[in-house]
């Protein structure tokens, strides 16, 4: 009964983890497209009257913007099937349950390791989780009877399986370097330092690997300039076009939510997960020799937050990558995955081989 009650409580954490995180995410890509336009973006709906002397729009976006489409009608074209786009959002959520978001936390005689599922196939869990977001995006576009969310749904399904290939031959290339397919085995392999000095994180090792996945896992949140099923220039808004209320901004939060994931997937095959530099879980292990010793909880904390911030620069960078590249063309999509980064990530595979059976 408490193994449960703990897997609970863990869940619930990530969970509101991803959500929350996904909400703040809108928020900064709005202020943050219009810093880089030169605008000034959100700033009304300012719930205090005006008391505050500022307005950065965080009400807009986390509290008017919900209420909006919880009230929005609940449009159902003809002929259309009353498809739940949940089913877009629940496998980018339980994707995160695999991801480690720290160490262990020992609490009298019991072991609680920060992670929901401590499951020693992690990475094949997170491929097979994730290959199931293509169904929200085809059934999506299929069940709205609409020749234009129809064929956001067909570029969908096209994107995504291509660029999966590439995602996934990049993680062999990380499991060939640390060995195993647990990811918390591999964010503690990770915690060691090259020269006493640098952090022995999974980029020293793949920086290839790192480049083709982040590649690939934008292309899978379907995002600029990858944005092909969306396409508003072509397809009006793609395979969400006829979908409005809690039902548009369900598929909106799935774009987002797996966002955090392929950045919570970065931060822990790339950027050491939860490892901070020197820090160990009896406290601070500085080059000169130096020890600054730290309760267990203190250093716990630390490891989440290490992790919360890699993953939160990662999503920006994403935003940041969103607002600068213009759109690919569909053909561009399809050769950039098949012709480019496929043969780079089978090229980097086959050196990683190479390298790790010399070196062992």
Same mark, same amino acid.
């Given at each position: 009964?408490?193994d449960v ?15 929350? $995180? ?7 890509? @709005? ?6 336009? !030169? @605008? ?42 009353? +498809? ?11 994707t995160f ?17 920060? %992670? ?25 576009? /299929?069940a709205s009877?609409?020749?234009?969310? +129809? +064929? ?8 995504? *399986?291509? =660029? ?8 062999? &290339? ?16 990770? &915690? ?8 022995? /994180?999974?980029?020293? =090792? ?16 379907? @995002? ?6 969306? &396409? ?6 793609? =395979? ?33 997960? /939860? %490892?901070?530099?020197?820090?160990? @879980? !009896?406290?601070?292990?500085?080059? &000169? ?14 490891? *989440? ?8 620069? $990662? ?7 969103? /607002?600068?590249?213009?759109? =690919?063309?569909? !053909? ?8 480019? +980064? ?19």
């Amino acid at each position: 009964m408490i193994d449960v009650g703990i897997a609970g409580v863990k869940a619930l954490l990530v969970l509101l983890m991803v959500l929350n $995180l996904s909400a703040i995410l809108l928020w900064v890509e @709005r202020k943050g497209s219009a810093l880089i336009q !030169d @605008r000034i973006g959100a700033n009304r709906a300012n719930i205090f009257g005006g008391l505050l002397p500022f307005n950065l729009g965080i009400i807009n976006t986390l509290i008017a913007d919900p209420i909006k489409l919880l009230t929005k009608e609940d449009v159902i074209p003809a002929g259309a099937d009353k +498809l739940l786009p949940f089913l877009a959002v629940f496998p980018v959520l339980v994707t995160f349950a695999a991801v480690p978001f720290g160490d262990q936390l020992q609490i009298g005689s019991t072991t609680i390791n920060l %992670q929901v599922a401590d499951l020693d196939i992690g990475i094949l869990y997170v491929l097979a989780m994730s290959s199931l977001a293509v169904y929200g995006t085809v059934l999506g576009g /299929w069940a709205s009877n609409s020749r234009w969310a +129809l +064929l956001g749904g067909i570029r969908g399904s096209a994107q995504m *399986i291509s =660029y999966e290939i590439a995602m996934g031959l990049a993680l062999i &290339g990380a499991v060939m370097t640390f060995g195993t397919l647990d990811l918390q085995a591999i964010a503690r392999a990770q &915690g060691h330092h090259f020269f006493g000095v640098i952090p022995a /994180w999974g980029v020293i =090792y793949q920086p290839v690997g790192f480049v083709i996945f982040l590649i690939a896992g934008i292309a899978e949140t379907k @995002r600029v300039p990858f944005d092909l099923p969306e &396409g508003e220039s072509e397809l009006i808004s793609g =395979y969400f076009t006829e979908y409005s209320g809690m039902k548009q901004a369900a598929f909106m939060l799935s774009d987002f939510a797996e966002s955090v994931v392929v950045a919570g997937l970065a931060t822990t095959l790339f950027f050491g997960a /939860w %490892q901070v530099p020197f820090l160990f @879980r !009896d406290g601070f292990h500085f080059p &000169g020799g130096s020890v600054v010793a730290l309760p267990q909880l203190v250093v716990v904390v630390l490891q *989440i937050i290490s992790f919360t911030i890699k993953v939160f620069l $990662l999503c920006v960078f994403q935003i940041l990558v969103r /607002w600068t590249l213009p759109r =690919y063309r569909y !053909d561009q999509v399809m050769d950039l995955g098949w012709k480019f +980064l496929l043969p780079i990530a089978l090229a980097n595979m086959l050196v990683t081989g190479v390298v790790v059976v010399l070196a062992g």
